[in-house]
């Protein structure tokens, strides 16, 4: 009799890194992912960065050379890529920081708060896309 009362359950397992693009994860997971990503990404690059800045400070002639790979296009999706690593990563910063605070733990504060860091951080970045490429 046990037997037949028994409800097929669903089952929870862990789920593996190829599995990752078929699974749905709340917007906060994905916030949080981000701010992992975006961090190592700027960790990562910033020796290079720093060794562009110091030879591009040591005359005119080499800030000018700066410039003028600066001016090409695939540099300057590098150079948005960074920006918003760095937006994104301080605006989640900001979210963790009031969330140290205990505003904002409930699944609703959760959700609300990581849409604006996406909402803020895509919008920020957006406006230095357009600056970068001329727009204004």
């Given amino acids: 009799m046990s037997e037949a009362v028994k409800k097929n359950r669903p089952r929870f397992d862990n789920i593996h890194i190829t599995q990752i693009v078929r699974y749905r994860m709340p917007l906060a997971g994905l916030v949080s992912i981000l701010h992992r990503i975006s961090g190592a990404m700027m960790f990562v690059l910033l020796p290079f960065i720093l ?7 040591t005359s005119e002639i080499s800030f000018e050379y700066f410039k003028g790979i600066a001016s090409h296009w695939f540099v300057k999706l590098l150079i948005l890529a960074l920006a918003w690593a760095y937006l994104q990563h301080f605006c989640a910063g900001i979210r963790h920081l009031i969330m140290d605070m205990h505003i904002g733990l409930s699944k609703d504060g959760a959700r609300k708060s990581a849409a604006s860091v996406l909402a803020v951080s895509l919008t920020l970045t957006a406006l230095v896309a357009l600056k970068l490429f001329g727009v204004f």
Avoid: A, I
Wanted: proline fraction near 0%; aromatic fraction near 14%; avoid cysteine.
């Fill in 51 to 57: 060794y562009l800045l110091e030879k591009s400070l």
